[in-house]
């Protein structure tokens, strides 16, 4: 569960372009802009949330449908 949780922040802060990579002709780095991987990550929530309760509230409406066939 740590694991999944932890892949999630790092996925938000590389959509939101927190982390960056920089090459030169002698070594690799990574990048970590502190204040736009918080940013991206509570965006990235937000969104998660929403979305959420949007398909909570869209099941709430279906329960009212009637899905039997009649022949």
Same mark, same amino acid.
């Given at each position: 569960?740590? +694991? %999944?949780?932890?892949s999630v922040?790092?996925? $938000?802060? $590389? =959509? !939101? !372009?927190?982390?960056?990579f920089v090459?030169?002709? &002698?070594?690799?780095? $990574? *990048? *970590?802009? @502190? ?10 929530a937000i969104? *998660?949330? &929403? %979305? =959420? @309760? &949007? ?7 279906? @329960?009212? *449908?009637? $899905?039997?066939? &009649? +022949?």
């Amino acid at each position: 569960m740590i +694991k %999944f949780i932890i892949s999630v922040v790092i996925i $938000l802060a $590389l =959509i !939101g !372009g927190a982390i960056q990579f920089v090459s030169t002709a &002698e070594s690799w780095a $990574l *990048v *970590v802009n @502190k204040e736009a991987a918080m940013s991206s990550i509570q965006n990235g929530a937000i969104a *998660v949330y &929403e %979305f =959420i @309760k &949007e398909l909570i509230a869209d099941a709430d409406q279906i @329960k009212g *449908v009637d $899905l039997a066939i &009649e +022949k």
